[in-house]
């Protein structure tokens, strides 16, 4: 049974950092596809960036392209998501999540296994 636990949400001032962590067990991630999403009140849960797990290819949305980066390490099977420069928007739950497949998407329906979510809030 795939788990994933996150880890290292926060309160944080407008142009400060944080950094969430993903533990992932269960199985063996190299085939995998390793995603962060956000969900703030009142709306959809949306793509914040992926990693392929066996080549380490990433992929941003947009909005934080510039300011996260997404990393993994395979001898603790965990992936980061180093997040800088946050903005008072950046607040929201965050889900770390997987799928099988080495093909990114962004939509959140195609991921089979999801954390129970780490609570980012950012103040201005």
């Known amino acids: 049974q795939v788990q994933l636990v996150e880890s290292g949400g926060g309160l944080v001032q407008a142009g400060g950092s944080l950094r969430l962590s993903c533990a992932a067990s269960g199985r063996t991630f190299n085939s995998y596809t390793m995603g962060w999403f956000r969900q703030a009140p009142g709306k959809e849960r949306e793509f914040v960036a992926a990693i392929i797990w066996s080549g380490g290819s990433t992929y941003y949305a947009d909005s934080v392209k510039g300011r996260f980066t997404f990393s993994r390490d395979n001898a603790k099977n965990t992936v980061y998501l180093q997040m800088n420069s946050l903005k008072p928007e950046d607040t929201a739950v965050y889900y770390c999540?997987?799928?099988?497949?080495?093909?990114?998407?962004?939509?959140?329906?195609?991921?089979?296994?999801w954390g129970q979510g780490t609570q980012v809030t950012v103040s201005s």
């Open positions: 999540a997987a799928r099988s497949g080495g093909i990114v998407l962004r939509d959140y329906k195609y991921y089979n296994y």
